[in-house]
C-alpha cells in the first residue's frame, strides 16, 4: 500500500523540520502545500531540496486549510498513492505510527467499511494521552475502536473515499473542516477507527488550566479570528446534520456553549473574542462562508 503524507504549512517554525524527518520513513511520499507563508519558508524548506521523497507546494496567498488539503490530496491521487495521511505542520508522528494503524486496519474484519485510521493524541504541553470522539470504547481485546469524529491531524485515509464522498469543504476555511468531513462520512455508512497503540504528538492553541468547582477546564486561547470561525462553521455544521447526527449536534453545541463562558472567566480580549463569536454565529446562521473578508 502506497501512503503520501501531506502536511498543511503557514508561517512554520523549524520544529517542522525534526516532524517532517520523523515521519519521512513511515511513509512512501511527503507533500508540504505551503499556504501563503514568506520567503523565510521557502529558504526552512530549501533543507528538503535534494530529498527524493519530499516536495512542497507553495501556494501565494493563504486559502485555507480545506483548500490546502485538496490541493495535497489530489496530488496523491495524480501520482497513484491508496492512502494519504495529513497533517498540521507542528504535530509529530511517533515511531512506528502508520504502520500500526494499518495493522489494525488488516485485522478489521469488515475493510470495505473503512474510510479512516486515526492515532491517540499526547498533549505537548502535559504528556496525556487523549482519545478522540468514539463510539465505541477501546477494549483489550481490538487494538481500535470506533470514532466519530477526529482531527486532521495523522488521519490516515484511503483515497478512494474522496470519489463517493468528496472532497474537504472549502467553504469551511478553517476549523470544523476534519469534523463536517468525518460526519459526511458515517453519515453514509463508512467507519472510522481510533488505533489505541498508535500515538501522535500533538497540541491544540496555548493552553492553560483553571481549577472549576471539581473540573479543570482546559482553555485553548486562540485568537479572535479562529473564535469566528469555530462559532460560524458550528452552526453550518449543526444546519447540515441536525436531522441526520441530531445527538452530535446537542453534544457539540454544548462544547460550543462551554467555550464562550471559558472565554468570559479566563482569556484576554474577552470583549473582542465575543463580538467575533457572535458575529460568526450570525454569519453560520445566514450562510456566509469562505474567508473572512473585513479584519475581526
Avoid at 175 to 195: A, H, M, N, P, S
Amino acid at each position: 500500500m502506497s501512503i503520501c503524507a501531506v502536511i498543511v504549512s503557514f508561517y512554520p517554525t523549524e520544529e517542522i523540520i525534526e516532524n517532517v524527518n520523523k515521519l519521512v520513513d513511515q511513509v512512501d511520499k511527503v507533500v508540504i502545500i505551503d499556504n501563503g507563508s514568506d520567503l523565510a519558508t521557502k529558504e526552512l524548506f530549501g533543507k528538503f531540496e535534494c530529498h527524493s521523497k519530499i516536495s512542497v507546494v507553495y501556494i501565494q496567498e493563504n486559502l485555507g486549510i480545506a483548500a490546502a488539503l485538496n490541493i495535497g490530496v489530489k496530488k496523491a491521487q495524480a501520482e497513484g498513492h491508496q492512502w494519504v495521511a495529513t497533517f498540521d505542520q507542528d504535530s509529530q508522528a511517533t515511531v512506528g505510527m502508520i504502520e500500526t494503524m494499518l495493522e489494525a486496519y488488516e485485522i478489521y474484519p469488515q475493510k470495505e467499511k473503512i474510510i479512516s485510521l486515526s492515532p491517540r493524541y499526547k498533549d505537548k504541553n502535559n504528556g496525556l494521552i487523549r482519545s478522540s470522539q468514539l463510539i465505541t470504547s477501546h477494549t483489550d481485546a481490538a487494538p481500535y475502536a470506533e470514532a466519530q469524529e477526529v482531527i486532521t491531524s495523522g488521519n490516515l485515509l484511503k483515497l478512494s473515499v474522496f470519489d463517493s464522498i468528496g472532497y474537504f469543504n472549502e467553504a469551511l476555511f478553517i476549523d470544523y473542516v476534519d469534523i463536517e468531513y468525518c460526519l459526511r462520512c458515517i453519515t453514509q455508512g463508512y467507519k472510522i477507527l481510533e488505533v489505541k497503540d498508535a500515538v501522535l504528538v500533538h497540541s491544540i492553541g496555548f493552553p492553560t488550566y483553571h481549577k472549576v468547582l471539581w473540573k479543570t477546564p482546559t482553555v485553548s486561547h486562540h485568537s479572535a479570528l479562529r473564535r469566528y470561525y469555530f462559532a460560524r462553521n458550528a452552526i453550518y455544521t449543526y444546519k447540515k446534520f441536525a436531522f441526520k447526527q441530531p445527538i452530535w449536534v446537542i453534544k457539540n453545541a454544548y462544547i460550543l456553549v462551554k467555550m464562550m463562558a471559558l472565554i468570559v472567566l479566563f482569556e484576554a480580549d474577552r470583549k473582542k473574542k465575543m463580538a467575533a463569536v457572535f458575529r460568526g454565529l450570525v454569519d453560520g446562521l445566514f450562510g456566509r462562508m469562505g474567508k473572512c473578508s473585513t479584519s475581526i
